[in-house]
T-cell receptor, first 112, second 118 residues
Framework: EAQVTQNPRYLITVTGKKLTVTCSQN?????MSWYRQDPGLGLRQIYY???????DKGDVPEGYKVSRKEKRNFPLILESPSPNQTSLYFC???????????FGDGTRLSIL | AQKVTQAQTEISVVEKEDVTLDCVYE???????LFWYKQPPSGELVFLIR??????QNEISGRYSWNFQKSTSSFNFTITASQVVDSAVYFC???????????????FGTGTLLAVQP
């Protein structure tokens, strides 16, 4: 089954404790993205990747890092999480040609 | 600047009513793509439709239909004979094409919460 898998689905943690949200897709897609969803703001892109070792900033990259060492994986790293990073996070992937993005089921992060 | 506006924050209807969700977009590109996604209470994002800027034909899929009008920069979504299972947040999104013919960013509207009462 074609899917984008995020882990964990839920996480409550404390300010400053490094965390990683993993994202994996099994569709051999070149493009992957991370978005965060906040009430009244819709979804905003954090980082994206066009292929292995190619990443770039989206609209709200501050406080986040990503890596793309393998085509299928695109982890989101919060080196020193802060309460304003409490949000619902989505990973997405797509093939070329402006095909629709396939989204993971979301990760709800609470930073206390 | 690229922007998607969904002016309706919340809509409440009674089952079997028709409902239209509005979407207005701004872009300077002549080539772009428009999308609708559904987010049910369980939280996942479900792709509904993609439309490119050269195709102004309206589309119907079961109880869902979409009206794309470039003259008014709108891409409205109508649900006919709404059902309780249609209750969700609906997002309209815009993607522009760069010189390579593809870009990875979806610009989302703020979403419309549709509540269908039994």
């Amino acid at each position: 089954e074609a899917q984008v898998t995020q882990n964990p689905r839920y996480l409550i943690t404390v300010t400053g404790k490094k965390l990683t949200v993993t994202c994996s897709q099994n569709m051999n897609h070149e493009y992957m993205s991370w978005y965060r969803q906040d009430p009244g703001l819709g979804l905003r892109q954090i980082y994206y990747s066009m292929n292995v070792e190619v990443t770039d900033k989206g609209d709200v990259p501050e406080g986040y890092k990503v890596s793309r060492k393998e085509k299928r994986n695109f982890p989101l790293i919060l080196e020193s999480p802060s309460p304003n990073q409490t949000s619902l996070y989505f990973c997405a992937s797509r093939s070329g040609g402006n095909q629709p993005q396939h989204f993971g089921d979301g990760t709800r992060l609470s930073i206390l | 600047a690229q922007k998607v506006t969904q002016a309706q924050t919340e809509i409440s209807v009674v089952e079997k009513e028709d409902v239209t969700l509005d979407c207005v977009y701004e872009t300077r590109d002549t080539t772009y793509y428009l999308f609708w996604y559904k987010q049910p209470p369980s939280g996942e994002l479900v792709f509904l439709i993609r439309r490119n800027s050269f195709d102004e034909q309206n589309e119907i899929s079961g109880r869902y239909s979409w009206n794309f009008q470039k003259s008014t920069s709108s891409f409205n979504f109508t649900i006919t004979a709404s059902q309780v299972v249609d209750s969700a947040v609906y997002f309209c999104a815009l993607s522009e094409a760069d010189y390579g013919g593809a870009t990875n960013k979806l610009i989302f509207g703020t979403g419309t919460l549709l509540a269908v009462q039994p």
